[in-house]
């Protein structure tokens, strides 16, 4: 805009936007929709069609069951896909989370108790180390956190490994580690773990029951709590999440 001073422009006034944060934005908003959309119709497309083929009466007696299972597991990985999606867009959202005390000792016991089933098909030993500790946080966001480390620490451990969650107390800060005897993760690719639908080996992932979202829950589980987290692992010989919660 020019500036006038007595009938003459004497300067002139130019306004820069920064758009990059917008635009970045945008870009990760499209990219999700489409690795979403992407998600949703590879499963679809399983379950259309082994149910085309069971009502056609083109499946032997003796493959029915087995149709069934995948018909099953499927709709389960759908449905475990939505509730992650509804999940990380309601963080997207939210701007107030309500923060209450919470204790990460006794949140970790329900979610070790809540996973010990699936531990115990492949004979992994879960332990709980520490003592009770509050933080203020979200319950609901914690528990997600917790879980989420924890469910990892089974799915990708050994047959016979171990799962530890220990919660230390200091003087500044509260720290919760889970720690596993799985197949660790390469150094290069522990930075990009967190980044939505990311996985290391994508095949084996979703035929664990993965979607690619449980890291970037807790990624914002922890941006949330002003916490950090901290990735050490070395192939073959396991993984350590530490979380480091402020005082
Ligand atoms: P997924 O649903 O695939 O487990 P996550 O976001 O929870 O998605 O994790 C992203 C990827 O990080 C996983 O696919 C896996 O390759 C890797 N990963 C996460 N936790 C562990 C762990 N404890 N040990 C080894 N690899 C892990």
Redesign the pocket.
């Known amino acids: 805009r020019p500036i006038h001073s007595e009938d003459k422009v004497t300067g002139l006034a130019i306004l820069f936007f920064d758009v990059t944060e917008q635009l970045q934005a945008e870009q990760l908003r499209r990219e999700f929709t489409a690795n979403v959309s992407h998600e949703l119709k590879t499963p679809l497309h399983l379950i259309s069609g082994y149910s085309e083929m069971l009502a056609s009466d083109v499946v032997a007696q003796k493959d029915i069951p087995q149709f069934a299972e995948k018909i099953h597991s499927e709709s389960q990985r759908m449905i475990q896909l939505v509730e992650d999606i509804i999940k990380l867009s309601h963080l997207d959202e939210s701007e107030e989370l309500a923060m209450e005390p919470v204790n990460l000792y006794q949140i970790s016991e329900e979610v070790l108790d809540s996973l010990s089933a699936k531990a115990n098909e492949r004979h992994i030993n879960l332990h709980l180390l520490g003592e009770p500790a509050y933080i203020t946080g979200n319950h609901a966001l914690i528990h997600s956190l917790i879980y989420?480390l924890c469910d990892?620490?089974i799915?990708?451990n050994r047959d016979k490994g171990d799962v530890t969650v220990d919660i230390t107390s200091n003087e500044d800060d509260i720290v919760l580690t889970v720690q596993?005897t799985?197949?660790?993760?390469a150094k290069d690719e522990q930075e990009r773990?967190f980044e939505r639908f990311?996985?290391?080996?994508k095949s084996r992932?979703k035929k664990l029951g993965?979607?690619?979202?449980?890291?970037?829950i807790v990624k914002h589980a922890v941006n949330q709590h002003h916490a950090d987290i901290k990735v050490e692992?070395q192939l073959g010989l396991g993984?350590k999440?530490t979380v480091t919660f402020y005082k």
């Open positions: 989420n990892n620490a799915i990708y596993d799985g197949v660790g993760i773990i990311y996985r290391v080996d992932s993965g979607t690619g979202l449980g890291l970037s692992s993984t999440m």
